[in-house]
């Protein structure tokens, strides 16, 4: 029943609860949730892809304090998303290294989304995997939630796993 | 990284299309997809659960043409639902053993979404896949999914497999 080994891709993105960039709760729970449950011992049958999609618009955020002066102001800004980026592919490729599984990672700007249900058409992994924050019916009126429209849009199998409970934050929109 | 096997409950439901009982285009996609692609060499990684649930009212509508007379009518109605839905199950439980894989099966009546997801609450799965149609936002106002209302209703993560477009019947709200 080995054939090619089954591409995985999760969607992972940034907390934004806490200080210096890390893996949002729902995004770890995730991927943990894939080495455990799925990929097990058999490290060699899945190859994970991941995908992070940095939002423009969120990134101004941190940035209403700041004072933009010349074009370079905008340039090490822009360096410093990047850098945001590649620290938090790097949490999930050292892990996946850890874990002795094949692994992929890139960062794509834009609508997640969108760029999620892009990607897959151009990647066509056999399994999306997206975290979800478990809002209530009310609290997705306002915030949308990324995996809701995943499952709708994308052509593969979508899995998507909740945050626990216990794991949630005191805003559960955060994170 | 193996600890308890993973436990995968799988909603299967019968063919609504061709004659005698035999499982639904996308309940076999389902479970053909979870083998190859999830459980793939790891028979001894996974253990499957299969539920499937039986629609009062739709096993009613074969028996419009019938006479009922006598209540051994109604006996021998129910004793026939009850020797197709073990029919039903048998497929499965027959692939898993020449697969190598190990599995139980058991049906419950009522209405399917609320069904799983109150099995999904009795039985704690690690996942849940069901399979899916793949209607467009017309037809499912009118059909429903079964699979869109356990992904929001359901605690653990649920995989929603869409049926192919090239196995669709010609009425996509069949089967």
Chains 1, 2 share one sequence.
Not at 14 to 32: N, Q
Not at 87 to 94: P, S
Request: aromatic share 8%; with cysteine.
């Amino acid at each position: 029943m080995e054939g090619d080994a089954t591409r995985v891709m999760i969607g992972v993105n940034e907390s934004t609860i806490k200080g210096y960039p890390h893996a949002s709760i729902s995004s770890r729970g995730a991927f943990e949730w894939t080495l455990h449950k799925i990929v097990r011992s058999n490290t060699s049958g899945f190859k994970l892809l991941f995908l992070h999609v940095q939002v423009p618009d969120e990134d101004g955020f941190d940035d209403m304090d700041s004072i933009y002066a010349s074009p370079d102001d905008f340039k090490s800004m822009n360096l410093r998303d990047k850098a945001r980026g590649i620290h938090l592919l790097e949490y999930f490729v050292n892990r996946c290294h850890e874990v002795g599984v094949q692994c992929e990672a890139w960062i794509k700007k834009g609508d997640p989304k969108e760029v999620i249900c892009h990607e897959v058409k151009r990647v066509r992994p056999d399994l999306l995997v997206v975290g979800s924050r478990g809002l209530g019916p009310f609290q997705r009126v306002f915030v949308g939630t990324v995996s809701e429209f995943c499952v709708k849009h994308v052509e593969c199998p979508v899995i998507t796993i909740k945050r626990s409970a216990d794991e949630a934050p005191q805003d559960p929109v955060d994170d």
